[in-house]
């Protein structure tokens, strides 16, 4: 048996938290961070990407959303890294017997350029969910300065994967 899941995200770029820090929050996109003069407005730390992954881990299994699992209205949730996150859902996914076949992941943004990171950003994903690296893709979109991604103002994450039924419970 597989399953199919999708999952979308977007944060805003601001100041972020009042910390003092020049840049805001880090932009970490799939627990990577990159270099950028602007970080996101976020509850937890704002990945796009590991939050559009819990998404479809939790879509391809009928458990509803991130914000149902993990809603940030829970001050426990505050600057959480979103590992954490993935985590959980996939222990529970993984309990029900499934295990990931493959992601695919695009993240849009208009800066900074996220071309030289994507391998590291695939590897580092492959390894949290403990897959094998090839069966992680990730890509890089601008907005070609259209719409909100285009403008800057944020960046997007759309993840899509297969879940296939393991042969144990």
Not at 52 to 67: E, F, Q
Not at 114 to 136: C, W, Y
Request: hydrophobic share 35%; proline share 6%; aromatic share 2%.
């Amino acid at each position: 048996m597989i399953r199919v899941g999708h999952g979308q995200d977007s944060h805003r770029f601001g100041d972020g938290p009042p910390d003092g820090s020049p840049h805001g929050r880090p932009l970490v996109v799939g627990g990577i961070a990159v270099d950028s003069d602007r970080g996101l407005v976020a509850h937890s730390d704002g990945d796009v990407l590991l939050h559009a992954l819990v998404d479809a881990l939790l879509g391809a299994t009928g458990r509803g959303d991130i914000g149902d699992r993990f809603p940030d209205t829970d001050t426990a949730y505050d600057g959480v890294t979103s590992d954490t996150f993935v985590t959980a859902v996939l222990a529970d996914v993984r309990a029900d017997g499934w295990e990931i076949a493959n992601i695919d992941a695009t993240v849009s943004l208009q800066r900074p350029k996220l071309g030289p990171h994507k391998r590291v950003i695939a590897d580092n994903v492959a390894r949290l969910v403990g897959i094998d690296p090839r069966r992680v893709n990730v890509k890089a979109k601008t907005g070609e300065k259209v719409g909100p991604v285009g403008r800057g103002e944020c960046l997007t994450a759309d993840v899509v994967l297969l879940l296939e039924k393991s042969n144990t419970p």
